[in-house]
T-cell receptor, first 111, second 113 residues
Framework: QKEVEQDPGPLSVPEGAIVSLNCTYS??????FMWYRQYSRKGPELLMY????GNKEDGRFTAQVDKSSKYISLFIRDSQPSDSATYLC???????????FGTGTRLKVLA | SAVISQKPSRDICQRGTSLTIQCQVD?????MFWYRQQPGQSLTLIAT?????????ESGFVIDKFPISRPNLTFSTLTVSNMSPEDSSIYLC??????????FGPGTRLTVL
């Protein structure tokens, strides 16, 4: 079993839709959770960074962590064609720099 | 955010040769990292580049294959040695910020024939 599982997609949605991207993980000690966006032929760009359980909102993006279920989500409201990219989740242990990444979900927002 | 540059952005190399990838960051940071991103797979940490000392390698990666230098706090190189087609991948450097987040460079796309 992989430490972090993420559906590779592709996920296709119409413009304006609410998108839900998810990751599950097996190590209950993970405490920091990140979401990265990666456009084709570019490096990953940090979108959201959350600590422990709860929600964090930044503009159209909301990150949610449910440690009891070992499940994290990224919601994108009013999705735009410019949101079309691969979204990677990552997590790490306390006081550790090593990030464990999911394989990424490819999102296509159709105009 | 952070400004991180990598050279080259892409290369096509012959089997058995070596390629050195450079990474430059815009501020002095303690921690720099090298990752590999193979098609359909997650980013995998190769090693932590330590300034003034030998890099710390993850399980499955060895210094003879991936020698790393870090002569100062803003620059690092990764060499992919004696390449084979299995080394075809995207190689990314990252820097750790004081808030423990990591920012990534644009990547080097390597194809080995």
């Amino acid at each position: 079993q992989k430490e972090v599982e993420q559906d590779p997609g592709p996920l296709s949605v119409p413009e304006g839709a609410i998108v839900s991207l998810n990751c599950t993980y097996s190590n209950s000690a993970f405490q920091y959770f990140m979401w990265y966006r990666q456009y084709s032929r570019k490096g990953p760009e940090l979108l959201m960074y959350t600590y422990s359980s709860g929600n964090k909102e930044d503009g159209r993006f909301t990150a949610q962590v449910d440690k009891s279920s070992k499940y994290i989500s990224l919601f994108i409201r009013d999705s735009q064609p410019s949101d079309s990219a691969t979204y990677l989740c990552a997590m790490t242990l306390p006081k550790e720099y090593k990030y464990i990444f999911g394989t990424g979900t490819r999102l296509k927002v159709l105009a | 955010s952070a400004v991180i540059s990598q050279k080259p952005s892409r290369d096509i190399c012959q089997r058995g040769t070596s390629l050195t990838i450079q990474c430059q960051v815009d501020s002095q940071v303690t921690m720099m990292f090298w990752y590999r991103q193979q098609p359909g797979q997650s980013l995998t940490l190769i090693a932590t580049a330590n300034q003034g000392s030998e890099a710390t390698y993850e399980s499955g990666f060895v210094i003879d294959k991936f020698p790393i230098s870090r002569p100062n706090l803003t620059f690092s190189t990764l060499t992919v040695s004696n390449m084979s087609p299995e080394d075809s991948s995207i190689y990314l450097c990252s820097q750790a910020r004081p808030d423990d987040t990591q920012y990534f460079g644009p990547g080097t796309r390597l194809t080995v024939l």
